[in-house]
């Protein structure tokens, strides 16, 4: 007698040569420690780091940003559409059952009907009533309903990620937009004050002019030099509104309805941020997250791809009645049990193209993961140096100030006491305000690079 082999041990043995190739490691392995690690640096990155800054208000914009802003709407909205797709996805694992009923006339208008025709011309209506109940259920022998249920749980995940990205953007943005808001009101300030500085010097030259002191093209030079003044404050004042048109859209309204009080720039202050070790960030980056949940659905994508060439199995079971009155339509129960297999046979190549598919989507996906980390690691070695590099600028810059602003002082009374000539005065109020402006632009610079740090080191996320 030949030996034969039955359809559970054909589908065993398939089943067995269709089981998925350990996927490639994903590991990077992260340096010991960060090069430009910030030293005395404990305060840890909680979730609402924004509170770090002592600015009430900034709260405030952040609050309001959270539920106003639309694009943080449409991640929630995404969120909410992969969740339904998981639903969808893990639907098949269980049977479907439905119920039918139907209700039937058929009813010959003349002549006496025909063969295929119920209703003859002694009957000339025919009614019939019938109600079923019907389950089925595919066998998932190769496992690729479960796989495309898994694919869809981690989609789900990446979306939740994701949401969370465009949060810490949103939040970050926020955070920016404003610091920058307050620095073009302190240099708004600056600039008029050198306006005044620059005005109370013209007044001074014009009466030496008319006494006969001061020359022509001194008291030209010194009217250049106000207009000049003149010219830069409005161009900061524009500067100063595009911020807040920003800020506005950041929030999702209209700048008209934006409402900043009146912080002080110089009252902002940047905490000092432990940035931990490289291997924490793994854990404390949404996007990260993201993409090794990507990974996985798409890891998943090919038990899928390969499930779909081998056979498939489907059971049926059904319960139904049927009767020519519609009070007899339960009086003549009926079942009736089915059992298909189907096998791929000739597709032109399609499913294993498929299957090819999502492989080569596994290997872009693996790259895109590394890759997310090696750049994750660069931007906290970034926003780590432009603190650091910062800081020693702003040491040396806060002397740099000083000096210029005592200049200004000494040149302005030697001047007007006739002990020196106004292209001294000139230089000096030119550098006093040079300096004036770097002191804003270098203290925004040192906010926006702490701000930096928590975006880069996850901002307090932590995947639950």
Same mark, same amino acid.
């Given at each position: 007698?030949?030996p034969?082999?039955?359809?559970?041990?054909?589908?065993l043995?398939l089943g067995?040569?269709?089981?998925?190739v350990a996927? *490639?490691?994903?590991?990077v392995?992260p340096?010991?420690?960060?090069q430009?690690?910030?030293?005395?640096?404990?305060l840890a990155?909680?979730?609402?780091w924004?509170?770090?800054?002592?600015?009430?208000? #900034?709260?405030r914009?952040?609050?309001? %940003? !959270?539920?106003?802003? &639309?694009?943080l709407?449409a991640?929630?909205?995404?969120?909410?559409?992969?969740?339904?797709?998981a639903?969808?996805?893990?639907?098949?694992?269980?049977?479907?059952v439905?119920?039918?009923g139907?209700?039937?006339?058929?009813?010959?208008?003349?002549?006496?009907?025909?063969?295929?025709? /119920?209703?003859?011309?002694?009957n000339?209506?025919?009614?019939y009533? *019938?109600?079923n109940?019907?389950?089925?259920?595919?066998?998932?022998?190769?496992?690729?309903? %479960?796989?495309a249920?898994?694919?869809?749980v981690?989609?789900?995940?990446a979306?939740?990620?994701?949401?969370?990205?465009?949060?810490?953007?949103?939040l970050?943005?926020?955070a920016?937009r404003?610091v920058?808001? #307050?620095?073009? *009101?302190?240099?708004?300030?600056?600039a008029?004050?050198?306006?005044?500085?620059?005005?109370?010097?013209?007044?001074v030259?014009?009466?030496?002019h /008319?006494?006969?002191?001061?020359?022509?093209?001194?008291?030209?030079q010194?009217?250049?030099?106000v207009a000049?003044q003149?010219?830069?404050?409005?161009?900061?004042?524009q500067?100063a509104?595009?911020?807040?048109?920003?800020? %506005?859209?950041?929030?999702g309204?209209?700048? !008209?309805?934006?409402?900043?009080g009146?912080?002080p720039?110089?009252?902002?202050h940047w905490?000092?941020?432990?940035s931990?070790?490289p291997?924490q960030?793994?854990s404390r980056?949404p996007?990260?997250?993201?993409?090794?949940?990507? #990974?996985?659905a798409?890891?998943?994508?090919i038990?899928?791809?390969?499930?779909?060439?081998l056979p498939?199995?489907?059971?049926?079971a059904?319960?139904?009645?049927?009767?020519?009155r519609?009070s007899?339509v339960?009086?003549?129960?009926? &079942?009736?049990?089915?059992?298909g297999?189907?096998?791929?046979?000739?597709?032109?190549?399609r499913?294993?193209?498929?299957r090819?598919?999502?492989?080569?989507?596994?290997?872009?996906?693996?790259?895109t &993961?590394?890759?997310?980390?090696?750049?994750?690691?660069?931007?906290?070695?970034?926003?780590?140096?432009?603190a650091?590099?910062?800081?020693?600028?702003r040491?040396w810059?806060?002397e740099?100030?000083?000096?210029?602003q005592?200049?200004?002082?000494?040149?302005?009374h030697?001047?007007a006491?006739?002990?020196?000539?106004?292209?001294?005065?000139?230089?000096?109020?030119?550098?006093? &305000? !040079?300096?004036?402006?770097q002191?804003?632009?270098l203290? #925004?610079?040192r906010?926006?690079?702490?701000?930096?740090?928590y975006?880069a080191l996850?901002?307090?996320?932590?995947?639950?």
């Open positions: 007698m030949k034969s082999l039955s359809l559970l041990s054909v589908c043995l067995a040569c269709s089981q998925n996927p *490639d490691a994903t590991a392995v340096p010991p420690s960060w430009f690690a910030q030293e005395r640096a404990s990155v909680n979730q609402p924004w509170q770090q800054f002592g600015s009430p208000e #900034l709260n914009l952040i609050a309001q %940003a !959270q539920a106003g802003s &639309y694009d709407a991640a929630v909205a995404r969120v909410q559409q992969a969740q339904a797709g639903v969808i996805a893990g639907a098949p694992l269980l049977p479907e439905k119920f039918g139907s209700g039937n006339r058929e009813k010959l208008l003349r002549g006496n009907g025909y063969s295929q025709l /119920d209703a003859t011309d002694d000339k209506a025919v009614d009533f *019938d109600a109940l019907t389950a089925s259920y595919e066998v998932d022998f190769w496992g690729g309903k %479960a796989a249920r898994d694919s869809a981690q989609a789900l995940r979306s939740e990620f994701d949401r969370a990205t465009v949060e810490l953007t949103l970050s943005s926020v920016n404003y920058q808001t #307050l620095a073009f *009101d302190e240099q708004l300030r600056i008029r004050l050198n306006l005044a500085n620059a005005q109370r010097v013209l007044k030259v014009q009466t030496r /008319d006494a006969g002191s001061a020359t022509a093209l001194e008291l030209a010194q009217t250049s030099l000049s003149q010219r830069h404050v409005p161009l900061v004042e500067q509104r595009e911020a807040r048109i920003s800020l %506005a859209v950041l929030l309204k209209p700048v !008209q309805q934006l409402q900043l009146a912080t720039f110089a009252r902002l905490p000092s941020i432990g931990g070790v291997s960030l793994l980056r996007d990260i997250a993201s993409a090794e949940a990507k #990974l996985a798409a890891h998943a994508d038990t899928v791809a390969r499930a779909a060439m498939s199995l489907t059971l049926g059904s319960l139904g009645s049927g009767a020519d519609l007899d339960l009086r003549s129960p009926f &079942y009736n049990l089915t059992a297999l189907a096998a791929p046979i000739f597709n032109n190549g499913l294993s193209a498929e090819d598919k999502a492989i080569a989507r596994q290997q872009e996906l693996l790259h &993961y590394r890759a997310s980390i090696i750049s994750a690691f660069a931007d906290v070695e970034k926003a780590l140096n432009s650091n590099g910062l800081d020693g600028q040491q810059q806060d740099e100030l000083k000096q210029a005592q200049a200004f002082d000494i040149a302005q030697r001047y006491a006739g002990a020196e000539v106004l292209l001294t005065v000139l230089d000096t109020q030119r550098t006093l &305000y !040079q300096a004036q402006d002191h804003v632009q203290r #925004l610079a906010l926006q690079a702490s701000i930096a740090l975006k996850g901002g307090g996320w932590h995947a639950r």
